[in-house]
Every structure is written in structure tokens, then in C-alpha cells.
């Protein structure tokens, strides 16, 4: 027989405090791996990305194009 399944699943309360520790500690993670591991994998797909052709008609993603 099939587990029914509950009606209203738990629900767990957290405080404005908690949440925005988890927050925190989250973008924190976050931006220790832009600044650790981007680069390594931004090196990783350049090489193994095909070599430019330089067709005007290609769109490049990744060039720097200047602020406007």
C-alpha cells in the first residue's frame, strides 16, 4: 500500500536573526568562490574553447566592451 502523503508539510519557524546569518553566510560562500575558483574555470574554458576566427558576423560573448 502507498505512503499517503501529509497534508501540510512541517513548518519551521526561524527568526529574522537566523535568516539573515544563513543570508550572510551564504553570499559569503559565494564570493569566496568568485574570487578562488572563477578565474580557474574562466582558464579551464579558454582553453578549451576554439581559437577566435575573427568572422565580423560571430557574436563574442566575452569581449570587454567599454562603459558607456
Known sequence: MPRMREEDPP????SD?????IADALM????????THFAEIRRHYDSLAPSHNHDP??????RKYPPF
Open 57 to 62: 558576423r560571430q557574436l563574442d560573448l566575452f
Open 11 to 14: 513548518e519551521y519557524a526561524f
Open 17 to 21: 536573526e537566523a535568516a539573515a546569518y
Open 28 to 35: 559569503n560562500l559565494a564570493l569566496q568562490f568568485e574570487t
